[in-house]
């Protein structure tokens, strides 16, 4: 922690000393807006009204940031969520659906969060342009979706993409490509915000570029700037105008999350005829998720707790699976008009997350960043459904590309469903070690994706390929220690094996 970061902590925490507090925190925020006023200043004359909101933006979280102590929630008033806060799917699928669907899918608009780079994965340019199953990449599965449902009920759902300044040119390029299908398609840009020294608490950059050298410098504050984001964009209104009044958001990596017929029927038309205004899918934890941010009552309200937010004591009670059992999914359905009344209001409260990076050179920053559910206290008439784990289905990581690109899921019309030949439906957990973790490694070590209906559990670490037509079955490990090499023959069957050593398969 730098030396000032310390002293303001300091002031923070001693009772009695707000005075001395709020000195310094004027200090750093004049500090601030004097920086701030000399990157504005570079700014060329049609880059002058975005810039100015974005900036203005981050001043606000800023401000934010310098007033909040501590761990922001009181571990003492967390509770357990009602029962009837947190509806199991089951009795919302029970329903059915109306005869109307289409007109209730008609006030609908889909919103993907598409400010991801696919860096993580080893590729350049957007995540959501990575191809996943079959050459289709996130966003042709998405624009398919969307268009199979306008196709079958002749409606008009449009698909809105929040963009980030690091996907938004590459996104624009792609979506030539889709002006023939029966999909509107808008785009939003996220705000572009400073990072900032951790020593100084200053912005690193000194002008308004964000090219070359520069990119460093800025960064997407999160997903919780969509509600800003979209309001100031003028779209919420276009599309509120239009009689849209839902929106489904989602990750754009997300491939189980498509439009549910039965959500959106319980919110257009609800049993009690009280309108939710804030819908959270959350579903059953697994060892896996112990970290995924929890649905609590705190203070008579839902509220979402992340793992940040924990006092370090109770982290350990946090990620317990029997005392909080569901996590986010990051699947929201909001109501378009409680989105436009509470930013008028300047009323959506959401935590702030400090998120520490070094950059390429060693320099230590932070950026301030805020999530999209974390508004759900600020709405009216929230509700969880505990959805089925299929409608969360994220690809993060290569292992997870495996499983969706193998014959555990079919594709149709854009949707991948579990196959039907898989006699239990849980996933498999597949662990592939470091020489995979590049999708173009990833595609190199394996000349077909194995048979993968009847695995339980697969770990590969090391030099490892596999042929085609091999099939895992069981609990496999296939380890190559550093030096070794071992190539899996093409047809090989393996099931509960260990595989180590080296194993070398060469033409002659």
Not at 92 to 121: E, F, H, Q
Not at 224 to 230: K, L, P, T, V
Not at 403 to 414: D, I, P, Q
Not at 465 to 486: C, E, P, Q, W, Y
Request: proline share 4%.
């Amino acid at each position: 922690m730098s030396a000032l970061l310390q002293d303001f902590s300091k002031a923070m925490s001693q009772a009695g000393s707000s005075q001395f507090q709020e000195v310094i925190r004027q200090e750093l925020e004049y500090s601030m807006k004097v920086e701030l006023d000399k990157i504005l200043a570079t700014a060329h004359s049609n880059e002058i009204e975005h810039t100015k909101k974005d900036l203005e933006g981050f001043k606000k979280l800023f401000h934010r940031f310098l007033q909040e102590k501590g761990p922001s929630v009181d571990w003492g008033k967390i509770q357990r969520p009602p029962e009837d806060s947190i509806q199991p799917y089951e009795k919302i699928k029970a329903r059915g659906l109306p005869d109307n669907i289409a007109s209730v899918l008609n006030k609908l608009v889909v919103v993907k969060l598409n400010g991801g780079l696919g860096t993580s994965m080893g590729c350049k340019g957007p995540k959501s342009l990575i191809g996943v199953r079959n050459e289709n990449t996130f966003l042709d599965l998405t624009v398919q979706q969307i268009e199979h449902l306008n196709k079958s009920y002749n409606t008009d759902v449009p698909l809105v993409l929040m963009n980030s300044f690091n996907t938004d040119d590459d996104t624009k390029k792609i979506l030539q490509k889709y002006s023939h299908s029966r999909v509107k398609i808008y785009t939003f840009n996220q705000s572009r915000y400073p990072r900032i020294n951790k020593e100084t608490l200053l912005p690193i950059a000194k002008d308004v570029s964000y090219s070359g050298e520069n990119t460093e410098c800025w960064y997407p504050p999160g997903h919780g700037d969509i509600y800003a984001s979209f309001y100031n964009s003028g779209l919420l209104d276009n599309l509120i105008a239009e009689g849209k009044e839902y929106i489904f958001v989602s990750n754009i990596d997300n491939l189980g999350a498509t439009v549910d017929l039965y959500i959106l029927n319980h919110l257009m038309n609800p049993p009690n005829g009280k309108r939710c205004e804030f819908v959270m899918e959350v579903t059953n934890k697994t060892r896996a998720d112990v970290k995924g941010g929890t649905l609590t009552q705190y203070e008579n309200k839902l509220r979402l707790v992340e793992i940040a937010q924990v006092p370090k004591a109770h982290v350990d009670e946090f990620k317990s699976v029997s005392k909080f059992k569901i996590f986010n999914t990051n699947n929201l359905w909001i109501a378009l008009s409680a989105i436009k009344r509470l930013q008028e209001k300047n009323a959506i409260d959401m935590e702030i997350i400090v998120n520490p990076k070094t950059l390429d050179g060693g320099l230590n920053v932070i950026q301030l960043e805020t999530a999209v559910g974390a508004a759900i206290k600020s709405f009216e008439n929230s509700l969880g459904i505990n959805v089925p784990r299929s409608r969360f289905l994220p690809v993060k990581t290569t292992s997870d590309l495996l499983l969706v690109m193998s014959n555990l899921y079919s594709l149709n019309a854009g949707s991948l469903t579990m196959s039907e030949k898989r006699e239990f439906p849980t996933v498999p957990l597949v662990k592939l070690g470091s020489s995979f973790t590049k999708v173009q490694d990833y595609l190199r070590r394996f000349e077909s994706i194995p048979d993968m209906l009847e695995l339980d559990h697969l770990t590969v670490s090391g030099d490892v390929t596999f042929g085609k037509n091999v099939s895992l079955k069981g609990t496999v490990i296939i380890i190559a220690n550093h030096g070794d090499r071992i190539d899996i023959p093409a047809g090989a069957l393996l099931e509960n094996k260990i595989v180590s050593g080296n194993l070398r398969i060469l033409d002659h």
